[in-house]
């Protein structure tokens, strides 16, 4: 079965204080890894999509990793505006398109 | 706006009641998805429509849950006889297939709480 594990569950970080967020996973087949962003009271937002052991997605101050068994969002120099829930999901090969397997997520605080 | 727009937002109801949610989708995408959040919990797939083809209803969790899609837009979840562990956020989504990069464009969700 498909299973998808985030740490921690919790993270509270200073303005300026990089640190990076783990989604270990087993699946089927893996045809995608994805990087969500959820603020309180909305949905998912789509940030990344990895599709092989070695590839890396950037934006702004985010940095998606992926090997065979884990994925790495690193935050560098985060703001008090990157605090959410960030949300990894796999999707396996042999199911639906937007079938995917969420994390329970990681909810990242940001002080000034 | 132009994005996933879900009703009602926020539903209250008593056990054993039968409760309708609503997804319109970006106009356009041909694929929709109902997800369900739990309070502390990840997303949890439930159905997915594609154009004509028959939906993969693989992740409805029981068969007091259905859902429709008409004229490939909006689409309709539906409990019947709700109970206590149905109360959850349910997230619809929806993307154009062709390219597709994985990204699903979600709704606000509709919180649906069970007395």
């Known amino acids: 079965e498909d299973q998808v594990t985030q740490s921690p569950e919790a993270l509270r970080l200073q303005e300026g204080e990089s640190s990076s967020l783990n989604c270990s996973y087993t699946?089927?087949?893996?045809?995608?890894l994805f990087w969500y962003r959820q603020d309180p009271g909305k949905g998912p937002e789509f940030l990344f999509t990895?599709?092989?052991a070695g590839e890396e997605k950037e934006k702004e101050r985010l940095k998606a990793t992926l090997t065979k068994k884990e994925s790495f969002l690193h935050i560098t120099a985060p703001k008090p505006e990157d605090s959410a829930t960030y949300l990894c999901?796999?999707?396996?090969?042999?199911?639906?398109?937007?079938?995917?397997?969420f994390g329970a997520g990681t909810q990242v605080v940001v002080t000034p | 706006g132009a994005g996933v727009s879900q009703s009602p937002s926020n539903k209250v109801t008593e056990k054993g009641k039968d409760v309708e949610l609503r997804c319109d989708p970006i106009?356009?995408?041909?694929?929709l998805y109902w997800y369900r959040q739990s309070l502390g919990q990840g997303l949890e797939f439930l159905i997915y429509?594609?154009?004509?083809?028959?939906?993969?209803k693989s992740g409805l969790p029981s068969d007091r849950f259905s859902a429709e899609r008409t004229g490939g837009s909006v689409s309709t979840l539906t409990i019947q006889r709700t109970q206590q562990e149905d109360s959850a956020v349910y997230l619809c989504?929806?993307?154009?297939?062709?390219?597709?990069?994985?990204?699903?464009?979600f709704g606000e969700g509709s919180r649906l709480t069970v007395l």
């Open positions: 999901a796999v999707q396996a090969h042999g199911n639906s398109w937007g079938k995917l397997q």
């Open positions: 699946v089927s087949g893996l045809r995608g």
């Open positions: 990895l599709y092989s």
């Open positions: 106009s356009g995408h041909t694929a």
């Open positions: 429509f594609q154009g004509n083809s028959a939906p993969d």
């Open positions: 989504a929806s993307n154009q297939l062709a390219g597709n990069t994985g990204e699903l464009f």
